[in-house]
């Protein structure tokens, strides 16, 4: 079974500038999270999608914003860009159904997003 | 919301060792708890996981451990090898709802 799946691996924008990145599920899963992971903060949690529909957020400004699509993919975007945007995104994908072992999260490799 | 502390942020130890690393959450409503192997330039990836309704699990040289009285949870690596050389995460959640909040990470360092 084919791996979570993210494009772009590496980005470089400026500030004010807009981004899009996009992560492709394990084929089954319908839940995607997304994670912003940098050396000062760690892995923060960002959102998640489920069947389409944002499920939670974390506590980020809404300049961070995602959807989710009938395939289950998903991207973020982030709008007017600021420096400490630049991070490793990570989204990870998982069954989401709250059923015992569904809720394992598999990691895919991430965005580099560099905002200069 | 959950809060999630992670000790220590470094460890090295000598290969053939054992490492502890360990976890305190805040939320009694935590009940999934897995750990992550980063490698350099890497994915993380999991290497084990917990449901509070056990209080050890064993899969080879690696176990954890679950004190949900005292909200603490420990990854336990045997016989350490220099590829084990990672950093580790804790994360914990609430079962059926995909928000893992992790701890800082762990930075271990298996010398040969």
């Known amino acids: 079974k084919a791996g979570v799946t993210q494009t772009p691996r590496y980005l470089i924008k400026t500030r004010g500038q807009q981004v899009t990145l996009s992560c492709s599920p394990i084929?089954?899963?319908?839940?995607v999270s997304w994670y912003q992971q940098t050396p000062g903060q760690g892995l923060q949690f960002l959102f998640e999608?489920?069947?389409?529909?944002?499920?939670n957020k974390g506590n980020f400004p809404g300049r961070f914003s995602g959807r989710q699509f009938s395939n289950s993919r998903s991207e973020m975007n982030v709008s007017t860009l600021e420096l400490g945007d630049s991070a490793l995104y990570l989204c990870?994908?998982?069954f989401g159904q709250g059923a015992p072992n569904t809720d394992t999260q598999y990691f895919g490799p991430g965005t580099r997003l560099t905002v200069l | 919301g959950e809060n999630v502390e992670q000790h220590p942020s470094t460890l090295s130890v000598q290969e053939g060792d054992s490492a502890v690393i360990k976890c305190t959450y805040s939320?009694?409503?935590?009940?999934?708890f897995p750990w992550y192997k980063q490698e350099l330039g890497k994915r993380p990836q999991l290497i084990i996981d917990?449901?509070?309704?056990?209080g050890e699990k064993k899969d080879q040289r690696i176990a954890v451990t679950l004190n949900k009285t005292a909200k603490h949870f420990s990854l336990h690596i045997t016989e350490t090898q220099p590829e084990d050389s990672a950093v580790y995460f804790c994360?914990?959640?609430?079962?059926?709802?995909?928000?893992?909040?992790f701890g800082k990470g762990t930075m271990l360092l298996v010398s040969p």
């Open positions: 990870a994908s998982s």
């Open positions: 084929s089954g899963h319908r839940s």
């Open positions: 999608y489920f069947s389409e529909t944002q499920r």
């Open positions: 939320d009694s409503a935590s009940n999934y």
């Open positions: 917990i449901r509070s309704n056990v």
């Open positions: 994360a914990a959640s609430i079962r059926g709802y995909s928000t893992l909040t």
